[in-house]
T-cell receptor, first 111, second 118 residues
Framework: NAGVTQTPKFRILKIGQSMTLQCTQD?????MYWYRQDPGMGLKLIYY???????DKGEVPNGYNVSRSTTEDFPLRLELAAPSQTSVYFC??????????FGDGTRLSIL | AQTVTQSQPEMSVQEAETVTLSCTYD???????LFWYKQPPSRQMILVIR??????QNATENRFSVNFQKAAKSFSLKISDSQLGDAAMYFC???????????????FGKGMKLTVNP
């Protein structure tokens, strides 16, 4: 029972590079979310999706893009990595009005 | 916008004793959910307990219980018979009960580090 799977678990990027953080869930959840967690802080919402083909911005969307072509997958794209994007990134999914299930996170460092 | 405040950055408790973690929140909504999440060093976000605002009865899950004071906008977590495995960061979180998927985002506090001493 995999739940929410995030890859990679760790990554170091150089400033200006791009990458995609992968997230997939096998629970057939409609809703998916991307959060970031900065040191000493709680999680903040970057983007969310209520179903395939539908995405919307959260609290801190600048510098990121997402897509939702299938129910299972919700990748997060960083186009021009900046030091301010150094963080731990969490993907989560849920049914409507049900608790969110979280992946194990991706630790991203941008140097 | 909703906000969640955890004013105690760190606490410690002796094994087998009871500890209470505090959380306050601000909202103009009448219907919402409140959560406590545990984040151990492994970084996982683990749901500990949740409370629906329309329910007057405080939620309990084994050794974990909450004291929900809606008028005071307070939502504290009590851990009884503390165990070494309870050591972690604890986050209080708020979620609106609105219909749209976007309103189901979680708003987190900054977290509190709990240490359990043997």
């Amino acid at each position: 029972n995999a739940g929410v799977t995030q890859t990679p678990k760790f990554r170091i990027l150089k400033i200006g590079q791009s990458m995609t953080l992968q997230c997939t869930q096998d629970m057939n959840h409609n809703y998916m979310y991307w959060y970031r967690q900065d040191p000493g802080m709680g999680l903040k919402l970057i983007y969310y999706s209520v179903g395939a083909g539908i995405t919307d911005k959260g609290e801190v969307p600048n510098g990121y893009n997402v897509s939702r072509s299938t129910t299972e997958d919700f990748p997060l794209r960083l186009e021009l990595a900046a030091p301010s994007q150094t963080s731990v990134y969490f993907c989560a999914s849920s049914y409507p009005k049900q608790p969110q299930h979280f992946g194990d996170g991706t630790r991203l460092s941008i140097l | 916008a909703q906000t969640v405040t955890q004013s105690q950055p760190e606490m410690s408790v002796q094994e087998a004793e009871t500890v209470t973690l505090s959380c306050t929140y601000d909202t103009s909504e009448s219907d919402y959910y409140l959560f406590w999440y545990k984040q151990p060093p492994s970084r996982q976000m683990i749901l500990v307990i949740r409370q629906e605002a329309y329910k007057q009865q405080n939620a309990t899950e084994n050794r974990f219980s909450v004291n929900f004071q809606k008028a005071a906008k307070s939502f504290s977590l009590k851990i009884s018979d503390s165990q070494l495995g309870d050591a972690a960061m604890y986050f209080c979180a708020y979620r609106s009960a609105g219909e749209k998927g976007g309103s189901e985002k979680l708003v987190f506090g900054k977290g509190m580090k709990l240490t359990v001493n043997p």
